[in-house]
């Protein structure tokens, strides 16, 4: 069964590098098709299958424990150098 | 295999555990990182030394919630640990909310643990190879931990190969029973420590038309890459620049795409590294107005003119006046605020003037014309921002 909540699966995708981080001025909403993308991109890298919604497998995995490290990392990730 | 982008220029690293975890004997967290670390270090020639005290090149702490980067953990289970890349220090942090324990099947393994920050520290990104060392998920205990290829090829991209190791045969050559390692190495860094990272103090650095930055230091130079020294460097000043002398004073590329060198009474004109025309000739006979014996100088990219710096003062030179220096020079470099006397080097980067003293940085905000004192973190290293140290 799942064990984490939708929401917490948003914020998962947000901090591993899937989604961008939260804009509070928009009130934090995220169109279906980014989300969608989103959770695409988290099952292609994790060797789900890609379907790009939040199935009880994708659930799954977010619930294990991992690295804190972004599994995206892009321009733009951490302070540049000098 | 992914790689983020930035590995360390040296292959003798220093490590240092800051904090040890609660629950287990420091001694034996001592023995499971060293393991960690060989898991890399079997691969290449990377060799990973650890301290107890002093300078270090990772830094490792086990922690609980927030504990100062910004990245808090969140207790049991979630995530269990982070690390950084080399550009950005190389540190590994691991949440010390969760069981951490060493040959069991119970609590979470913290030899794996290590081993995979660790490929972090070293510049090794998330891999979506399932079985890699280097993806994300923890996968439980695993009694007969073996590297996987996947790392192995991504560890030997940023560091090469094992080198061969002479096995004591007839005459220095491997038998037929020898090492199988690869000989060669895709992209090795420097043999150890560079000179620049144990004296930063350099004599001069300056762009080149070409758009290379480089750094003299005594008799030799080097090539500054975007995250560090270049791969083949230092090399002798007077190899490349025929007829020049080490020991530079200052040094810039002017916007007419020649480089112009100062030491002592004397400068150099070079098209490249070719001599353009008869040279030394005098300061005062080229840069009427200019000292001799000056500390740098540099050309602002605001107005395009040159300024000569030396001990407290500086000079502006603009050679399509005359004369090139106004009679209102020099004047006090503590005009600028923030701005150290006695220079050793400067450089245009980025749109931003730097500013070179021992083994510190400063950057000039060319807005509010002044040094970025407000800025906590100036003066900066520049071993560890400008040589990749």
Not at chain 2, 123 to 137: E, I, Q, R, T, Y
Not at chain 2, 159 to 168: E, F
């Amino acid at each position: 069964a799942p064990v984490i909540s939708q929401t917490a699966a948003m914020n998962y995708l947000s901090q591993f590098g899937y989604l961008q981080p939260m804009n509070p001025t928009s009130g934090g909403i995220i169109s279906q098709d980014a989300l969608s993308k989103a959770v695409a991109e988290f099952q292609a890298f994790a060797g789900l299958n890609i379907t790009g919604d939040f199935d009880e497998e994708t659930f799954k995995l977010m619930a294990l424990p991992r690295c804190g490290v972004k599994d995206k990392v892009g321009p733009g990730f951490g302070r540049s150098k000098r | 295999y992914a790689l983020q982008g930035s590995r360390w220029r040296v292959k003798k690293l220093t490590y240092k555990i800051s904090k040890y975890p609660r629950n287990l004997p420091q001694h034996k967290v001592d023995v499971e990182l060293n393991k960690a670390f060989k898991v890399w270090s079997e691969y290449t020639d990377l060799t990973f030394i650890q301290k107890k005290s002093g300078q270090v090149h990772i830094e490792i702490r086990f922690e609980k919630g927030e504990h100062g980067d910004g990245d808090p953990f969140d207790g049991p289970g979630g995530t269990l640990a982070h690390a950084y890349f080399p550009v950005y220090g190389g540190d590994a942090h691991f949440d010390d909310a969760e069981q951490w324990t060493i040959d069991s099947f119970r609590g979470t393994n913290l030899f794996q643990v290590a081993a995979h920050e660790f490929g972090h520290s070293l510049g090794l990104s998330h891999s979506d190879v399932k079985s890699a060392l280097m993806a994300p998920f923890y996968r439980g205990y695993e009694p007969y931990f073996q590297l996987d290829d996947d790392d192995i090829q991504g560890i030997q991209s940023l560091y090469g190969k094992k080198s061969v190791k002479n096995d004591g045969g007839s005459g220095g050559v491997p038998s037929g029973g020898g090492p199988r390692y690869g000989t060669t190495t895709t992209s090795p860094p420097s043999e150890e420590d560079s000179e620049l990272c144990t004296d930063p103090k350099i004599d001069t650095m300056f762009n080149s038309a070409e758009g290379h930055i480089y750094v003299f230091k005594g008799d030799r130079y080097w090539r500054l890459t975007a995250d560090g020294v270049a791969v083949g460097y230092p090399k002798l000043i007077s190899h490349s620049w025929k007829g020049l002398p080490g020991n530079i004073d200052a040094a810039f590329t002017y916007k007419n795409g020649k480089t112009y060198f100062f030491k002592g009474s004397k400068y150099w004109r070079y098209v490249g590294k070719r001599m353009d025309g008869d040279y030394p000739k005098e300061i005062s006979e080229g840069f009427t107005g200019i000292p001799d014996n000056i500390d740098t100088a540099t050309v602002w990219t605001g107005n395009g003119k040159i300024y000569f710096y030396k001990g407290t003062k500086f000079w502006r030179f603009d050679p399509a006046q005359k004369p090139p220096v106004k009679n209102t020079y020099p004047k006090l470099t503590s005009n600028w605020e923030g701005i150290p006397n006695n220079l050793d080097a400067s450089i245009v980067y980025r749109g931003y003037t730097y500013f070179f003293k021992g083994d510190a940085y400063y950057r000039f905000n060319d807005r509010t014309f002044s040094m970025d004192i407000a800025d906590p973190a100036f003066p900066r290293s520049t071993a560890y921002w400008w040589f990749g140290c």
